[in-house]
């Protein structure tokens, strides 16, 4: 699947690699420390919102999920 920003989906590729590989290898065993896709993550999120703004996108009142960010308690 391509990323809302045509300039996003290489980065958005090399996240999902990154992410479906430490999930498989890592977490999935009971390895639960760490992130190596940190990084990755936030150049792919800072790209989004720059092409979210580029293409006029509306996104007010919308919540987002992310690195150190919680899941609000009435969302099911």
Same mark, same amino acid.
């Given at each position: 699947m391509n990323s809302v920003g045509e300039a996003c989906t290489d980065m958005k590729r090399k996240? *999902?690699?990154?992410?479906?590989?430490?999930f498989a290898e890592k977490f999935l #065993?009971? *390895?639960g420390s760490g992130d190596p896709c940190t990084d990755l993550f #936030?150049?792919? /999120? /800072?790209c989004i919102q720059k092409a979210i #703004?580029? #293409?006029e996108i509306p996104i007010e009142g919308l919540e987002f999920m992310g690195h150190g960010k919680e899941k609000p308690e009435n969302s099911s």
């Open positions: 996240y *999902d690699q990154c992410f479906n590989r430490w #065993k009971g *390895d #936030k150049r792919y /999120q /800072q #703004k580029e #293409k």
